[in-house]
């Protein structure tokens, strides 16, 4: 393995951002019935499409061919080369349900212009498939099942109270359903089809939160696991007949995923670790833990096991490695590695490892980072830095492949990303320390990376930008606007300029509602505080150059936001770049865009961070 040191010492050649940018990205995992096959979603083509990958072969095969709207690939069907996935129709995160069969015909199930669309399952028998949707206009959609020759569609459940509907028991019999009261704190139902009767399974006290599992195999049980503090989460049986409650297993609550066979013999498990997560396999049978020698290193994103349980497929990536797909013979104990998405004329060793590092901010609450650092920058090569703030506001900056972040890497911008307060990751206490403090301070952890980045020997500590996305973009242009001396530079990425705004908005969601009151406050009995945390409203405070860029279809963060502290900056004879995508939803959905997006910002961190 080739040492840090010699990295450091070798040239580095400067990639471009189109370089970056064709390496592919990919998600998703269903195996075919044959098991020939897995599907996955793939921007292999610049815009995400479905395709297959062969097994062991790892040949891909390209299934839908969009050049506009993104599609994700969901199901194969359970007896042939059908597949199940959602159009983003209008490039508006809208999601039509669509089947495309085996000549390469589309059908469309769902219509209408603001429908989202989601696939629950698959009948025992291979005869239906669930789904949901919205055209009757519920926030969470009704529920459907769906004849899988004919694709007519009967409606099984009418959604009235913006529940979540999870499961379907193999016998098509029950339907479990969960319902949040803010982040934390969720109940189960369990609605029986025939009787028409929805019962409330977790009558509790308190902030709990419960998760649905699985139905067994003979539709007699029900699992769900409940996370009723930091040290410890309870997986419980409920049996369907008695409604009898009975523990079976606990554990610790870090698992991010769990994904159980059809079979249910076995159980892959997700496990968070901070900023990277890892992969165990448990056989349900034995009790026992199933070794997996071989597992490469880095973050295991997610994870699916075949019908026959022979298989277990997952992703795993890393800071100099995009998602690969890796398949594991459970009967032979071998492993395949079965895609190399990476770019092949970037050398991976031009490429940074992050470090996990943490400072100390105001209070003393440590927030957890992670440090790129230029090959080339040194003591005698002092580098410009950049402050990069995840979007959520309760998101993460984990390790793994960042195209973006890579690229101003490579042209020598050292980059620190903050899991300020409010982050998710850290434990319940961390998580709920910036509840309505957003402007003052989460806003502070980023005041006090900017210091601590500025420490470090290779740092130019007169040339630190601060940029983010979505909520991030936000925290970049709150930075400018109420700390004006604290940052040269900031870029914003389909930020939110005036909370008040954007809550309001927000409230008209009854899925996210009591999740925006509780982290970012009432925009009646907390507009005051809002106001004097909202960057449009202050734009005449802000003195360095700042970059927006926004995309005109955004339908979370309207591009309203970006327009006002545009305009605002320039009536005021400030420094302001925009740069508006017609075709683009939140983010940057579609290669050429991404391209066009980071291209620009590198030449305006050049213009405003050159020595």
């Not at 990919?26 to 499409?49: K, P, W, Y």
Request: with cysteine; charged share 25%; hydrophobic share 35%.
């Amino acid at each position: 393995m080739e040492s840090a040191k010699r990295r450091a010492t070798m040239p580095v050649r400067h990639y471009s951002i189109d370089e970056f940018m064709h390496t592919t990205r990919m998600a998703g995992i269903c195996f075919s019935h044959d098991e020939q096959e897995i599907l996955v979603t793939s921007n292999r083509t610049g815009v995400s499409n479905a395709f297959s990958i062969a097994v062991p072969a790892g040949l891909p095969r390209q299934l839908t061919f969009s050049t506009d709207e993104a599609i994700r690939a969901v199901s194969f069907f359970p007896n042939d080369r059908r597949i199940i996935y959602l159009r983003d129709k209008g490039g508006v995160e809208n999601t039509h349900l669509c089947i495309r069969e085996c000549d390469g015909t589309e059908v469309e199930l769902t219509h209408g212009e603001r429908v989202k669309s989601a696939f629950i399952g698959w009948s025992a028998d291979g005869k239906h498939f669930y789904c949901t949707a919205n055209e009757c206009g519920h926030s969470y959609g009704d529920a459907y099942r769906v004849d899988a020759q004919t694709y007519d569609r009967s409606l099984i459940f009418r959604n009235n109270d913006n529940y979540i509907i999870a499961r379907v028991s193999p016998n098509g019999e029950y339907l479990s359903l969960v319902k949040y009261e803010g982040l934390d704190n969720s109940d189960l139902y369990i609605f029986h089809l025939p009787s028409n009767v929805l019962t409330l399974i977790t009558p509790t006290h308190g902030n709990i939160r419960f998760m649905p599992l699985y139905f067994d195999s003979n539709s007699e049980s029900f699992y769900y696991r409940a996370r009723e503090n930091e040290d410890k989460a309870v997986e419980y049986r409920y049996d369907l007949k008695t409604g009898a409650h009975y523990e079976c297993e606990r554990h610790s609550p870090t698992y991010r995923q769990i994904i159980i066979s059809e079979s249910t013999r076995y159980r892959a498990l997700i496990s968070d670790e901070k900023e990277t997560s890892s992969l165990s396999l448990q056989n349900s049978v034995t009790h026992t833990t199933v070794p997996l020698p071989g597992l490469p290193q880095g973050t295991v994103v997610s994870a699916a096991i075949s019908k026959s349980d022979r298989y277990l497929a997952f992703y795993v990536n890393g800071d100099r490695d995009p998602t690969e797909l890796y398949i594991y013979d459970l009967s032979r104990r071998q492993i395949s590695k079965l895609t190399n998405n990476v770019n092949p004329s970037i050398n991976r060793a031009h490429l940074v490892e992050s470090a996990i590092v943490s400072f100390e901010s105001f209070d003393g609450m440590h927030i957890p980072c992670l440090l790129w650092k230029p090959h080339e920058a040194s003591r005698e090569r002092r580098v410009p830095a950049l402050i990069w703030v995840h979007g959520g506001p309760i998101g993460q900056v984990r390790k793994g492949y960042a195209g973006a972040v890579q690229f101003l890497v490579n042209h020598e911008y050292a980059v620190l990303a903050v899991n300020h307060r409010g982050s998710q990751g850290y434990g319940r206490e961390f998580l709920d320390a910036a509840d309505r403090k957003q402007g003052r301070e989460p806003l502070w952890d980023c005041i006090e990376a900017r210091r601590y980045v500025a420490n470090y020997d290779y740092i130019d500590a007169n040339r630190i930008g601060i940029i983010g996305g979505s909520f991030g973009g936000y925290m970049a242009m709150a930075a400018l606007t109420f700390h004006p001396d604290e940052f040269a530079v900031g870029v914003a990425i389909c930020g939110v300029s005036n909370l008040v705004r954007h809550v309001e908005a927000k409230l008209k969601q009854p899925q996210v509602a009591q999740i925006y009151l509780q982290k970012i406050g009432d925009p009646i009995k907390d507009r005051a505080m809002l106001e004097s945390v909202s960057p449009a409203l202050h734009a005449d405070r802000i003195k360095n150059p700042l970059m927006v860029l926004h995309g005109a279809k955004d339908p979370r963060a309207f591009r309203v936001e970006s327009e006002d502290i545009v305009n605002a900056i320039r009536s005021n004879g400030g420094i302001v770049e925009y740069l508006e995508f017609s075709d683009e939803a939140h983010g940057f959905r579609k290669r050429t865009n991404s391209i066009r997006a980071y291209q620009a910002i590198l030449e305006f961190l050049d213009r405003y961070l050159s020595p």
